[in-house]
Nanobody
Framework: QVQLVESGGGLVQAGGSLRLSCAASGRTFSNYAMGWFRQAPGKEREFVAAITWSSLNKYYPDSVKGRFTISRDNAKNTVFLQMNSLKPEDTAVYYC????????????????????WGQGTQVTVSS
């Protein structure tokens, strides 16, 4: 079992920045790939970023590429999401998730591929 707790959300103006953190406890954090997803009201949960256990590979959708950066500190059991140049359309609840390693790279953006989820943190970007 892995427990995930997100923090760092809040209200920010368009163009601003936020840094989300996700603290993990339980099983060995470094064994898991980590992802960030978000869900806006009335919309499906969507992929935001993912990072492999070694940090060697990182994945982003086009909507956040160049603005968001995922990183992890395995010694501190924490994964981060640095969000810059925020837009009102980035407003959502942001979730951290952990996944047991799988082959290939296309699964990282799939909600059902993740085994553990945090409770989420609200990010609101005002125009």
């Amino acid at each position: 079992q892995v427990q995930l707790v997100e923090s760092g959300g809040g209200l920010v103006q368009a163009g601003g920045s936020l840094r989300l953190s996700c603290a993990a406890s339980g099983r060995t954090f470094s064994n898991y790939a980590m992802g960030w997803f978000r869900q806006a009201p009335g919309k499906e949960r969507e992929f935001v970023a993912a990072i492999t256990w070694s940090s060697l590979n990182k994945y982003y959708p086009d909507s956040v590429k160049g603005r968001f950066t995922i990183s992890r500190d395995n010694a501190k059991n924490t994964v981060f999401l640095q969000m810059n140049s925020l837009k009102p359309e980035d407003t959502a609840v942001y979730y951290c998730a952990a996944a047991r390693p799988k082959s290939g790279s296309s699964w990282y953006k799939t909600v059902n591929a993740y085994d553990y989820w945090g409770q989420g943190t609200q990010v609101t970007v005002s125009s």
